[in-house]
């Protein structure tokens, strides 16, 4: 009994065992068969980009998404400025208002409470998901929600930020209206049909549309979306948030203005050298704070569970700290804009900048950890002017409001840990380019600092503490740098369809009790040909060697449909066929009208890949050396050998 083998064309690259994959140690290089011209070796079929034309479908929706999501945000903006009149005024007013204009002290204390308790009663009648400052929640519904969010969510979740920033809370609006812009683009994704990586670009278009709305800082508001909600970066999911980005920028001009959120640095074109080594000791500075505000929430947070009552009413003990460090500092209360622009102009005193970095941070921390809403950034940016501030009151003077906003940036860099984001939004808020060196410095410094100490930021500490983990680390997959003409085994074995299940159960059998062939044996996919050599189907070693001896039925019939993959595919695409078909080993056929079998490609060729990855990672080695290389000398019989 013999089988008919098909011999596939030699491969240096391929191992010269079945199933054995190279070492990892060495590199794989592109495969390239002998005689082959370097034309044969094009691959026309890949591209940078996986680009399908729904993408155009999709980046149409957002236009509608980042129009509804600039209207929202602009309504929450005046919706704010009501509710703070209201509490604090005593006025039914849409104008400009703080709590610091009160002229009832008393109200400091009050109406947070009154807020929190309010906002208690929502989340526990209405939806628990208002609870939080916006961000995680967003996180989590793309996480292991598929992107969907309750309608409910979508008009609570504003409403609870507003009572809670309106009546006091030290909080800032993007983290609600990033939630509500989400909630938006995915209420209009569940009444289409969509996959869940469309469903997930338009909940993120919303979320960053939101946000562009909030500050007029659409750019920003894009890196946003890419480090922190995305969790990639392709044109599927690129283009629908630059577009809602975009249109959010454009109908927010007319209802709240084109001109920067806050401005006045002045910052000049040529900065003394000294100023730029004194950044790093800025960014280390607000890399500490970012790491002693984030263990300042969860420290409350932690508090706030061990209590003995429910958590509805947690928000009215929240508001009950902040009230009490309004009796302080009234102006750390509300968004607190104003505070921030003078901040920045350099018009701050010595109090509030003291007022502001100490109590703001405390009020802020503390009642965010009882589930009230509200965002982190405006608080940051709060935080982070009355810290450089105050570090102008030793460095030395570049411009009023300059170490303010370098140190600004650093803040977001540490508590986001999204350093981009942090320069390119104020680089948005202020539109001092002369300050972008100060602020990469800064804003990189106290990144290295926050991911050097601490495991998690303040948006993803409270995911993992759902069971969940998020890893911020974007590289490209190893298996999509690796073609499967790289490390194919040779399908040595094959047999006819017309040669019977039991004469080659018997073959095997025997190839076993006699240990040989080795190759027959070390196969366990076997390619089904027909009498005119095309491919019929695959049988498995495992099926045959099960068999019934006697079993006459032909291995056409035996034989299942071959799930197959071409010489020229990414080892990725062959796992995502892998997992679709529920199988561990793919046969190799050739791109031709009458496909020929030439390998075969299993899961550990696949592990093959990562082991390089990780070979690449972990493995130091030095390539280049200035030191000379000796040459040794072999002595025979008492003198040097003739070279």
Same mark, same amino acid.
């Given at each position: 009994?013999?089988?008919?083998?098909?011999?596939?064309?030699?491969?240096?690259?391929?191992?010269?065992?079945?199933?054995?994959?190279?070492?990892?140690?060495?590199?794989?290089?592109?495969?390239?068969?002998?005689?082959?011209?370097?034309?044969?070796?094009?691959?026309?079929?890949?591209?940078?980009?996986?680009?399908?034309?729904?993408?155009?479908? &999709?980046?149409?929706?957002?236009?509608?998404?980042?129009?509804?999501?600039?209207?929202?945000?602009?309504? #929450? #903006?005046?919706?704010?400025?009501?509710?703070?009149?209201?509490?604090?005024?005593?006025?039914?007013?849409?104008?400009?208002?703080?709590?610091?204009?009160?002229?009832?002290?008393?109200?400091?204390?009050?109406?947070?409470?009154?807020?929190?308790?309010?906002?208690?009663?929502?989340?526990?009648?209405?939806?628990?998901?208002?609870?939080?400052?916006?961000?995680?929640?967003?996180?989590?519904?793309?996480?292991?929600?598929?992107?969907?969010?309750?309608?409910?969510?979508?008009?609570?979740?504003?409403?609870?930020?507003?009572?809670?920033?309106?009546?006091?809370?030290?909080?800032?609006?993007?983290?609600? &209206?990033?939630?509500?812009?989400?909630?938006?683009?995915?209420?209009?994704?569940?009444?289409?049909?969509?996959?869940?990586?469309?469903?997930?670009?338009? @909940?993120?278009?919303?979320?960053?549309?939101?946000?562009?709305?909030?500050?007029?800082?659409?750019?920003?508001?894009?890196?946003?979306?890419?480090?922190?909600?995305?969790?990639?970066?392709?044109?599927?999911?690129? @283009?629908?948030?630059?577009?809602?980005?975009?249109?959010?920028?454009?109908?927010?001009?007319?209802?709240?203005?084109?001109?920067?959120?806050?401005?006045?640095?002045?910052?000049?074109?040529?900065?003394?050298?000294?100023?730029?080594?004194? *950044?790093?000791?800025?960014?280390?500075?607000?890399?500490?704070?970012?790491?002693?505000?984030?263990?300042?929430?969860?420290?409350?947070?932690?508090?706030?569970?061990?209590?003995?009552?429910?958590?509805?009413? !947690?928000?009215?003990?929240?508001?009950?700290?902040?009230?009490?460090?309004?009796?302080?500092?009234?102006?750390?209360?509300?968004?607190?804009?104003?505070?921030?622009?003078?901040?920045?102009?350099?018009?701050?005193?010595?109090?509030?900048?003291?007022?502001?970095?100490?109590?703001?941070?405390?009020? !802020?921390?503390?009642?965010?950890?009882?589930?009230?809403?509200?965002?982190?950034?405006?608080?940051?940016?709060?935080?982070?002017?009355?810290?450089?501030?105050?570090?102008?009151?030793?460095?030395?003077?570049?411009?009023?409001?300059?170490?303010?906003?370098?140190?600004?940036?650093?803040?977001?860099?540490?508590?986001?840990?999204?350093? #981009?984001?942090?320069?390119?939004? *104020?680089?948005?808020?202020?539109?001092?380019?002369?300050?972008? &060196?100060?602020?990469?410095?800064?804003?990189?410094?106290?990144?290295?600092?926050?991911?050097?100490?601490?495991?998690?930021?303040?948006?993803?500490?409270?995911?993992?503490?759902?069971?969940?983990?998020?890893?911020?680390?974007?590289?490209?997959?190893? @298996?999509?740098?690796?073609?499967?003409?790289?490390?194919?085994?040779?399908?040595? $074995?094959?047999?006819?369809?017309?040669?019977?299940?039991?004469?080659?159960?018997? @073959?095997?059998?025997?190839?076993?009790?006699?240990?040989?062939?080795?190759?027959?044996?070390?196969?366990?996919?076997?390619?089904?040909?027909?009498?005119?050599?095309?491919?019929?189907?695959?049988?498995?070693?495992?099926? #045959?060697?099960?068999?019934?001896?006697?079993?006459?039925?032909?291995?056409?019939?035996?034989?299942?449909?071959?799930?197959?993959?071409?010489?020229?595919?990414?080892?990725?695409?062959?796992?995502?066929?892998?997992?679709?078909?529920?199988?561990?080993?793919?046969? $190799?056929?050739?791109?031709?009208?009458?496909?020929?079998?030439?390998? &075969?490609?299993?899961?550990?060729?696949?592990?093959?890949?990562?082991?390089?990855?990780?070979?690449?990672?972990?493995?130091?080695?030095?390539?280049?050396?200035?030191?000379?290389?000796?040459?040794?000398? $072999?002595?025979?019989?008492?003198?040097?050998?003739?070279?």
């Amino acid at each position: 009994m013999s089988s008919s083998t098909a011999a596939p064309p030699s491969q240096p690259d391929a191992p010269s065992q079945p199933e054995t994959p190279p070492a990892p140690a060495a590199p794989v290089a592109p495969a390239r068969r002998a005689g082959a011209h370097l034309s044969e070796l094009k691959i026309p079929h890949l591209g940078d980009f996986h680009v399908q034309p729904r993408v155009l479908l &999709i980046s149409a929706l957002a236009v509608p998404i980042g129009a509804i999501a600039a209207l929202v945000a602009a309504g #929450l #903006l005046k919706l704010i400025a009501l509710i703070t009149n209201l509490s604090f005024l005593g006025r039914l007013a849409f104008g400009t208002a703080t709590p610091a204009d009160t002229t009832h002290r008393w109200l400091l204390l009050i109406m947070p409470v009154a807020g929190g308790l309010i906002i208690g009663i929502m989340a526990r009648y209405g939806s628990e998901k208002i609870r939080g400052h916006g961000m995680p929640e967003a996180i989590e519904s793309i996480l292991v929600g598929g992107s969907r969010v309750q309608p409910r969510v979508a008009a609570l979740k504003p409403a609870s930020a507003a009572i809670s920033i309106g009546t006091g809370g030290p909080f800032g609006a993007e983290g609600p &209206i990033i939630m509500t812009g989400g909630a938006i683009g995915s209420l209009l994704a569940q009444f289409l049909r969509v996959t869940t990586d469309e469903r997930k670009a338009l @909940l993120v278009a919303g979320s960053a549309a939101g946000m562009a709305a909030t500050f007029n800082a659409p750019l920003a508001s894009i890196l946003l979306a890419v480090e922190l909600l995305l969790f990639e970066w392709r044109p599927r999911s690129y @283009l629908p948030v630059a577009v809602a980005a975009v249109t959010a920028t454009l109908v927010r001009g007319p209802l709240l203005g084109t001109k920067p959120l806050f401005g006045g640095a002045h910052v000049p074109s040529h900065i003394d050298l000294p100023a730029y080594g004194l *950044c790093l000791v800025s960014g280390a500075a607000a890399g500490l704070l970012a790491l002693a505000a984030t263990a300042l929430v969860y420290f409350s947070e932690d508090t706030f569970a061990k209590l003995r009552i429910h958590w509805m009413w !947690w928000p009215a003990i929240g508001g009950l700290i902040i009230g009490v460090g309004g009796l302080f500092e009234p102006r750390a209360l509300g968004v607190g804009y104003d505070v921030i622009d003078q901040l920045l102009t350099g018009h701050a005193t010595v109090g509030l900048i003291v007022g502001i970095l100490v109590v703001k941070t405390l009020i !802020w921390g503390l009642s965010l950890g009882s589930g009230t809403s509200g965002g982190v950034l405006a608080p940051m940016f709060m935080v982070g002017g009355a810290l450089g501030a105050a570090e102008s009151l030793v460095f030395p003077h570049v411009s009023p409001g300059f170490w303010a906003l370098v140190s600004l940036a650093g803040v977001l860099g540490g508590v986001m840990r999204s350093p #981009l984001t942090g320069i390119v939004f *104020c680089l948005e808020l202020t539109h001092e380019m002369n300050a972008l &060196i100060p602020m990469v410095i800064t804003a990189s410094a106290a990144y290295l600092l926050s991911v050097v100490l601490l495991k998690r930021s303040v948006l993803t500490e409270k995911i993992a503490r759902r069971g969940l983990h998020l890893t911020r680390e974007y590289s490209v997959d190893p @298996l999509e740098l690796h073609l499967v003409r790289q490390l194919e085994t040779p399908a040595g $074995v094959t047999f006819r369809s017309d040669r019977t299940g039991g004469e080659i159960t018997a @073959l095997l059998r025997a190839a076993h009790d006699a240990g040989d062939p080795e190759e027959l044996l070390a196969q366990r996919l076997y390619p089904v040909l027909g009498t005119d050599g095309s491919l019929v189907g695959v049988v498995t070693r495992g099926t #045959l060697v099960h068999g019934d001896p006697a079993d006459t039925t032909p291995l056409g019939e035996l034989a299942t449909p071959a799930v197959t993959a071409y010489p020229d595919e990414t080892l990725r695409l062959l796992a995502n066929r892998m997992a679709e078909h529920e199988v561990t080993r793919l046969l $190799v056929v050739t791109r031709e009208e009458q496909p020929r079998v030439e390998g &075969i490609i299993s899961l550990r060729h696949l592990l093959t890949a990562r082991r390089i990855d990780v070979h690449e990672e972990h493995h130091a080695e030095r390539v280049l050396s200035l030191r000379r290389k000796r040459t040794a000398t $072999v002595v025979v019989a008492g003198g040097p050998a003739g070279g």
